[in-house]
C-alpha cells in the first residue's frame, strides 16, 4: 500500500470512466442514470468534460507515480484524497435522491477506499517530515 501502487491505481480507475464518459456518455447513462432519457446535448457535454478532466487526472498521477514523498507526490495524495470524499457525499446524495441506480454505491465504496487509502498514506509522509 505504497504511494506508487495508488497512483497507478487511481490512473488506471480514472482513465477507464474518463474513456467512458468522453466516448461513450449513453453506455454510462445506461449504466448509472435511474433514468438514461435524462441524457441530451447538454448532459453529453458535461459528460465529456468531466471525462477529459479525468484522463487528465489519470495522466497526471500516471506521470507523478515514482515521485514519493516529494511536493508533487504529498500534493496528489492530497488531490486525491480531497476528490474522493467530494464524490462520496455526490454520488451518495444521488442514490438517495433517485438520480443514480444502485451501481452508484459502488462509486462510492470505490471513492472510500480511494479516500482512506490516499489519507493514510498522507499523513505517514507528513509524520515522516515532521
Not at 468522453?22 to 441530451?40: C, D, G, H, K
Request: glycine share 8%.
Amino acid at each position: 500500500m505504497n504511494a506508487k501502487n495508488l497512483f497507478k491505481f487511481v490512473a488506471v480507475v480514472v482513465s477507464l470512466f474518463g474513456l467512458s464518459l468522453t466516448f461513450a456518455p449513453e453506455f454510462m447513462a445506461e449504466q448509472y442514470l435511474t433514468n438514461p432519457s435524462w441524457l441530451n446535448d447538454g448532459v453529453k457535454m458535461v459528460a465529456r468534460s468531466y471525462g477529459t478532466h479525468l484522463l487528465a487526472y489519470g495522466a497526471a498521477c500516471w506521470y507523478v507515480r515514482n515521485a514519493g514523498s516529494t511536493l508533487g507526490g504529498k500534493v496528489m495524495l492530497l488531490t486525491i484524497m480531497l476528490s474522493n470524499l467530494s464524490l462520496i457525499v455526490v454520488h451518495t446524495l444521488a442514490v438517495l435522491n433517485g438520480i443514480e441506480k444502485a451501481t452508484g454505491w459502488g462509486q462510492v465504496i470505490l471513492s472510500i477506499v480511494l479516500a482512506v487509502w490516499s489519507g493514510t498514506l498522507f499523513r505517514q509522509q507528513q509524520s515522516v517530515v515532521a
